[in-house]
Nanobody, 115 residues
Framework: QVQLVESGGGVVQAGGSLRLSCAAS????????KGWFRQAPGKEREFVAS???????TAYADSVRGRFTISRDNAQRTYLQMNSLKPEDTAIYYC?????????WGQGTQVTVSY
């Protein structure tokens, strides 16, 4: 059907930046980017940011607002620019797409922010 692949994760010092990317493959004409989530060790997956179909409306979790920016270049690729990273941002980050068959998730990319 559709596969999502996240990239751009890594290890960065506090205060640094990373840019995550998510690319869809397969039946890409049937999917649309919805947002990003993250899951820290021992915690549940949580919402990070969302974007609408036009890219004109975005929403952010309080913990990342003003530091993270979600964007898209078309319905099949989305990005998460992360600035001023904090150790508490350490998590596996997942992109989330919608499809006629339901939500689609990538395998995740690890982001580690050191002190």
């Amino acid at each position: 059907q559709v596969q999502l692949v996240e990239s751009g994760g890594g290890v960065v010092q506090a205060g640094g930046s990373l840019r995550l990317s998510c690319a869809a493959s397969g039946r890409t004409l049937s999917v649309w980017a919805k947002g990003w989530f993250r899951q820290a060790p021992g915690k549940e997956r949580e919402f990070v940011a969302s974007i609408d179909a036009t890219g004109g409306n975005t929403a952010y979790a309080d913990s990342v607002r003003g530091r993270f920016t979600i964007s898209r270049d078309n319905a099949q690729r989305t990005y998460l620019q992360m600035n001023s990273l904090k150790p508490e941002d350490t998590a596996i980050y997942y992109c989330n797409y919608g499809s006629p068959w339901g939500d689609v998730w990538g395998q995740g990319t690890q982001v580690t922010v050191s002190y």
